[in-house]
């Protein structure tokens, strides 16, 4: 498998110390407040940690027009866990639009969960499910990616489940849940996102900009559609590779009808890409730079790929 990273240097650790102690995380804030943070990130924990959490990604093959065997020997196209796999366990082909897949006799292969004698698999392009090929502890799925066609695969025993300790977050802080304002383009912006893999770019939909006031200044940052009362914000800042995700962080914001934005950058936290190498994260644009430091939200996690 070949695949360039863009390499994310580690973080130097320069934000509270005790940013993982429950008085730190809970001083002096609304009890109610306080518990309601606490529980959205125990069940980000619990969701990183399950059977189809990012944990379990243990591998990512982008496929060539043709024949890419897999199974666990070396010398398939695409080299799956050894003992987890027959040698050969099957053959994807791809014609440059769809993937089909032929299972080898007796490999044990279902597609959602029942046998599958050969044919095409759906990928999860325009939001569509995709087929799931499963194999003892091991999932398979076609994903396409700004006009690329990949194998994600899922490995439930995966080294990166195995190592995790904990997600690590900084003091609760109210003065961080902030109002804005929604400013929509005319018309909706495609917008070509780059991601944290080199060569990946993936289309998403901007309808507009947030405004909002931090830190004693006042930011515009460009926003992605993530439902109709939902933004989708990807942001870089001051404390972003010195504690925080070098690459940045995701936070989503709750949109009302009269076009102010709530955000709360105690929920901010960590891509994907910061606990698997094997995932596709886009990036912050430019405009999403903060100028401060934002103190609040999920602490970086070192992974070794």
Not at 103 to 117: R, T, Y
Request: glycine residues 10%; contains cysteine.
């Amino acid at each position: 498998m070949s695949i360039k990273y863009w390499v994310i240097p580690q973080a130097i650790f320069v934000l509270p110390l005790l940013a993982d102690t429950p008085a730190a995380k809970t001083k002096g804030v609304d009890p109610a407040y306080a518990k309601s943070i606490t529980e959205y990130r125990e069940k980000m924990e619990n969701t990183l940690k399950s059977d189809t959490g990012w944990l379990t990604v243990a591998g990512l093959h982008w496929l060539k027009p043709g024949d890419t065997s897999f199974g666990s020997d070396a010398k398939n196209g695409f080299v799956l866990p050894t003992g987890k796999s027959p040698a050969i366990a099957g053959t994807l082909n791809f014609d440059g639009k769809k993937v089909s897949l032929k299972p080898a006799s007796g490999s044990g292969i279902l597609v959602n969960g029942k046998p599958f004698s050969n044919g095409a698999l759906v990928d999860d392009g325009n939001g569509r499910t995709a087929d799931l090929v499963t194999l003892g502890d091991l999932t398979m799925f076609v994903i396409e990616r700004g006009g690329r066609i990949g194998i994600r695969l899922r490995d439930k025993s995966s080294k990166y489940r195995k190592e995790f300790t904990h997600r690590s977050w900084l003091p609760i802080k109210s003065e961080y849940k902030i109002s804005g304002k929604f400013l929509p383009y005319p018309t909706p912006k495609k917008l070509r996102v780059p991601t944290v893999i080199e060569g990946v770019v993936e289309e998403h939909e901007s309808p507009g900009e947030i405004e909002f006031t931090l830190g004693g200044k006042t930011h515009k940052a460009q926003v992605l559609k993530e439902s109709d009362t939902e933004l989708w914000l990807i942001f870089r800042d001051k404390s972003s590779g010195k504690g925080t995700y070098p690459a940045g962080r995701f936070l989503y914001g709750v949109l009302a009808k009269d076009n102010t934005v709530t955000f709360d950058f105690n929920k901010a936290y960590n891509p994907p890409c910061a606990f698997t190498p094997f995932a596709t994260c886009p990036l912050p644009p430019r405009q999403n730079y903060l100028t401060i430091a934002v103190e609040a939200g999920e602490l970086n996690y070192h992974v070794e790929p």
